[in-house]
């Protein structure tokens, strides 16, 4: 066979560089950086190393596979689609259409993204749920409400200053929603360069807060008061853009009476940084024109993310940085198809009575509905790209919601912790065995780029498309679908770009507009209610809930240093995601673990000398939920008194310790459901 060589975009993660791969005659994969496209311009990240692993992998998800009394069986694909088809009808004739849930991961490819949505849209149900209410989109809902739009990204190449805000950039590689990164890893040596001003607010001493001019020490949880706090002062200051507020944001007046309390000395206790530094901070950001914010998703997995972001977006509105050179850009983005093309009204879906905001179905609202044995429950579930056992909170409830499914069926391309629940597992062909696309941002301008298959399907691994288009065909729901396979989705989608298929096939990278404007909101306003940016959140206020933000406690019940001492916990513990791995993926690969084989739980030297724990030593981390065995990692980047556990293991592939089994699911955001994996008590002792 003739080598071959593809350039293609690499799924891994929501960054999605480009790559080139070139498959040898003897089959073997290489992969390299892309240096045509803008995103990363011929670098990448170390983990592509495990592209030709996860593709020949042993333990790839090659048949179908059914749960009988005496295991998984395999089953033809004939055989599954009519077992799916049979228990959906079945289903869907006792308990309606509104009884199916589809379970979707982290969008980190948009074969992730649209799997089964479609599907589910025909069935009739508005029932999306999956990691939403744990990333992104509570950060989402809360700019949707005051500036109209649901991200502002950073414009770094002409800002004079950038406040990483529970970002970590350097680790997750991750710089803004979809911004494009002109060169993977240069943005801070570019910032440096050029002397901008970097800040990063951090509860851990992280890699990017290494490299800032600054790093503000907060405590877990603290930036709904540290927000506030900043906002008293550059109200008290008079530090705010008079001219941008009086022209186009409503609510100063509510806002300032609102903030009066909120001092720094306030901020102090709840924060833990001293009222000075929450001044001078204020000012920092207030008096450098133009300074952007990037906040990340430190503010999401926590039970007050979405009041932190609303001060976040105030603040940007505040001070005039708001889609402004070097603010928080509006950038330009191409217009794709949206799916389902069949809606049911959202008002319609679970939980829509409590978080009447959020986009789609929080987790816990579906996994409080099938504990209670609510009638209204999703009785089947389509789990696609997803692990929904292992990254929710609260592991052991999350199994036992996913077991009380009637019908659950799982689309992946490995085992996991969650197929090992599904009545039935279907195995979907890889990133890298189909073609795909995504849409990036960028100030050149919104632009599409293409992935590629670049081997045969593994086994009888499928397209997700045409396997829900097959199911959508046996119940007799596919009359009204756009497409039958993944060409005619991709083709389907692309289409409002004026972009066709044969033009992205040949040129890899395809703009789709022009390039980035600034200061729309001059001609149409913002996409508020009011046209303005809404210190005063009539969007809030409309669902009952505070217009403005207030402080809660972010792990839901305060957490004071006696009551968990008392109850015999005394640390802090919160999640840490190491830079060699994305989420539950891939612990089985080793080109990734040989350098990372074990999670690890960090701590202090003053609270490891205390329980006489020695660097590598194993440990057990309890919570009042479960206990885990970690390897004990000393360093001064945290703080005594709070620890931080790596967050993706725990798949059968695995067999190695899930921090989720200690977080607590009690409590989490009113507006978004998101849980406080970031925060949740537990002790520390030595095994070894
Ligand atoms: N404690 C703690 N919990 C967390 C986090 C944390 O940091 N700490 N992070 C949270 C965040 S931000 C997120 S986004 C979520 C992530 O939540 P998920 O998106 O659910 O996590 P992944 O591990 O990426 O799960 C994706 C699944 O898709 C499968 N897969 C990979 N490629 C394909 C494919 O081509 N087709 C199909 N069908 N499947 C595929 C993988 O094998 C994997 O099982 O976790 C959240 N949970
Ligand atoms: N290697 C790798 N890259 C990834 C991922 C991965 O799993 N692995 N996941 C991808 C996904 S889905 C996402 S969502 C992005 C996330 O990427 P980022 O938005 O950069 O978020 P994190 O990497 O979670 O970093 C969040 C930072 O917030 C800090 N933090 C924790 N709690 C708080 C708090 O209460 N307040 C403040 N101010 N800071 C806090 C943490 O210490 C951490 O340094 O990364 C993506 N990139
Ligand atoms: S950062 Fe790494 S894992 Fe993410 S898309 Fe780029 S190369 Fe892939
Ligand atoms: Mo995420």
């Not at 799916?84 to 289903?91: Q, S």
Request: net charge negative; charged share 20%; aromatic share 10%.
């Amino acid at each position: 066979m003739e080598g071959k060589t593809y350039r293609s975009i690499c799924q891994f993660c929501h960054t999605n560089c480009g790559i080139v791969v070139h498959r040898s005659g003897d089959g073997s994969i290489s992969v390299k950086g892309d240096p045509g496209h803008p995103m990363n311009r011929g670098r990448c990240c170390p983990k592509v190393a495990a592209i030709p692993e996860v593709i020949a992998s042993e333990d790839r998800l090659k048949v179908p596979m059914r749960k009988t009394s005496r295991g998984f069986e395999k089953v033809s694909w004939n055989q599954a689609l009519e077992f799916a088809a049979e228990r959906l009808g079945e289903i869907r004739e006792r308990f309606g259409p509104l009884s199916l849930a589809r379970c979707g991961g982290a969008p980190v490819s948009y074969q992730c993204r649209d799997g089964f949505l479609e599907f589910t849209g025909a069935f009739g149900s508005p029932n999306f749920t999956g990691a939403a209410n744990l990333c992104m989109v509570p950060r989402m809902t809360a700019f949707m409400a005051i500036t109209g739009g649901i991200r502002a990204e950073p414009d770094y190449d002409h800002t004079g200053l950038v406040l990483f805000w529970g970002s970590d950039p350097l680790t997750s590689e991750r710089f803004g929603s979809y911004a494009a990164y002109n060169g993977l890893g240069q943005i801070i040596p570019r910032l440096k360069e050029r002397g901008t001003r970097m800040i990063s607010i951090d509860p851990f001493h992280s890699r990017t807060a290494a490299q800032a001019d600054e790093w503000v020490r907060i405590k877990p949880g603290g930036d709904v008061a540290l927000g506030l706090a900043m906002i008293h002062v550059i109200i008290r200051e008079s530090l705010y853009d008079r001219g941008f507020v009086e022209a186009h944001t409503s609510g100063f007046d509510a806002l300032a009476d609102h903030v009066q309390a909120f001092t720094p000395q306030w901020a102090e206790i709840l924060t833990g940084i001293p009222a000075k530094t929450i001044e001078n901070l204020a000012r920092t950001y207030a008096t450098t024109k133009p300074a952007t914010i990037y906040e990340g998703n430190g503010l999401d997995m926590i039970a007050n993310g979405v009041d932190a972001v609303r001060t976040v977006a105030i603040l940007i509105g505040l001070t005039g940085n708001l889609d402004v050179p070097g603010g928080n850009v509006f950038m330009p983005f191409a217009q794709q198809s949206s799916l389902p093309t069949q809606t049911v009204s959202r008002e319609r879906r679970l939980g829509y009575e409590q978080f009447p905001l959020f986009m789609e179905v929080p987790f816990p609202a579906v996994k409080e509905a099938l504990l209670s044995e609510e009638e209204g429950r999703p009785r089947a579930m389509i789990v696609h790209h997803c692990n929904p056992a292992l990254i929710q909170a609260n592991e052991k409830r999350t199994k036992q919601a996913l077991r009380k499914c009637d019908f659950l069926m799982v689309a992946d391309i490995f085992p996991t912790a969650t197929t090992a629940l599904a009545d039935l597992v279907l195995p979907i062909q890889s990133d890298f065995e189909s073609f795909g696309y995504r849409a990036y941002s960028s100030t050149e301008g919104g632009f599409l780029a293409l992935a590629r298959p670049v081997v045969p399907p593994v086994g009888e691994s499928r397209s997700v498309f045409e396997v829900e288009y097959a199911l959508a065909e046996k119940l007799g729901l596919h009359q009204e679908y756009p497409f039958h396979d993944t060409l005619s989705w991709l083709k389907h989608m692309i289409q409002p770009t004026g972009i066709s298929f044969e033009q992205l096939d040949k040129e890899q990278v395809v703009y789709a507009t022009p390039p980035v404007r600034y200061r729309k909101y001059q001609e149409g306003g913002f996409n508020t209610p009011s046209g303005k940016v809404e210190f005063y959140s009539t969007v809030f206020e409309d669902k009952g809930y505070d217009p403005l933000p207030v402080y809660s406690e972010p792990a839901g019940e305060p957490l004071d240093e006696a009551l968990c001492y008392g109850r015999g916990f005394p640390l802090l513990g919160c999640t840490k995601r190491p830079a060699q791995f994305v989420h539950t993926k891939f612990r089985n690969i080793e080109a990734l673990t040989k350098s990372y084989p074990d999670p690890l739980v960090w701590l202090h030297p003053q609270d490891a000398s205390e329980r006489d724990i020695a660097d590598g030593n194993d440990v057990e981390v309890s919570s009042p939920r479960g206990q885990i065995t970690l390897k004990a990692r000393l360093t001064k980047d945290t703080q005594p008194g709070y620890i931080w556990i790596d967050f993706g293991w725990g798949n059968p592939t695995d067999g190695k310790a899930s921090i989720n089994i200690l977080v607590d699911d009690a409590n989490f955001d009113p507006v978004s459901g998101g849980t406080p994996h970031r925060l949740f008590e537990c002790e520390i002792c030595n095994k070894s």
